[in-house]
Each structure stands twice: as structure tokens, then as C-alpha cells.
């Protein structure tokens, strides 16, 4: 069965960085549009950032464009999220996610695998 498996997250202080790692197992990496979504308490489910699945195409969300990046290795079904910069607000689980279905896709419903999620907390 397909499986997601983030790890990297933490406590971190403002303005502090992190890497995320996301490793995939039981499915052909490179046919899927991988990304990351976070959600904090209380609020929705946030889209991250999604790259093709070469890897030469990537969007990202405004609150995160300049600070975070992400980044594939097809070869080691990885896909990694380096976060820089971090603010409190970055404050969220974020999740690992797949899809062959939808490309380059931010809503949450496109994405047919998710991992269980990491906490990244960041202190002011």
C-alpha cells in the first residue's frame, strides 16, 4: 500500500529553519505531483507547495514564497521541504501529499495520498 512518511519537524525560534522530509513507498514517485499542507489549530487546511513531477516545476503559496522550498529526488521517492525564515504563524502540522490525477493542484481534495503529519512549532 502507498505510504507517506514525513519527518523533520520540531521547535524552532523565529526566524530559525527547518527541513521537512517526506519518504514514499508503494507507488512510482516520479508519476505523481507531490506537495505539502499545513494546518494550525483551528483554521483550515493550507496549501503549501507542489512541484511537477520532474521537479522543474514548483508553485508555492504567497505566505511562503521566498522563505520555503521545495525540492524532489525521484531516485530516493523523497520529496523535501526546506523552510527558512520561520515565523510563529508557520505554526502548523504539515502533511506530505500525492497525487497523478490533478496537476499542480492547491485544494486539499485533489490529493489522493497524505502522510500523518509533523509539527513544526515556531517561538517568537
Known amino acids: 500500500q502507498v505510504q507517506l512518511v514525513e519527518s523533520g519537524g520540531g521547535l524552532v525560534q523565529a526566524e530559525g529553519s527547518l527541513r521537512l522530509s517526506c519518504a514514499a513507498s508503494?507507488?512510482?514517485?516520479?508519476?505523481?505531483?507531490v506537495g505539502w499542507f499545513r494546518q494550525a489549530p483551528g483554521k483550515e487546511r493550507e496549501f503549501v507547495s507542489v512541484?511537477?513531477?520532474?521537479?522543474?516545476?514548483?508553485t508555492y503559496a504567497d505566505s511562503v514564497k521566498g522563505r520555503f522550498r521545495i525540492v524532489r529526488d525521484n531516485a530516493k521517492n523523497t520529496v523535501y521541504l526546506q523552510m527558512n525564515s520561520l515565523k510563529p504563524e508557520d505554526t502548523a502540522v504539515y502533511y506530505c501529499?500525492?497525487?497523478?490525477?490533478?496537476?499542480?493542484?492547491?485544494?486539499?481534495?485533489?490529493?489522493?495520498?497524505w502522510g500523518q503529519g509533523t509539527q513544526v512549532t515556531v517561538s517568537s
Open positions: 501529499v500525492a497525487t497523478i490525477r490533478a496537476a499542480m493542484s492547491q485544494s486539499y481534495w485533489e490529493y489522493d495520498y
Open positions: 512541484m511537477s513531477r520532474s521537479g522543474g516545476i514548483t
Open positions: 508503494g507507488l512510482t514517485f516520479s508519476n505523481y505531483y
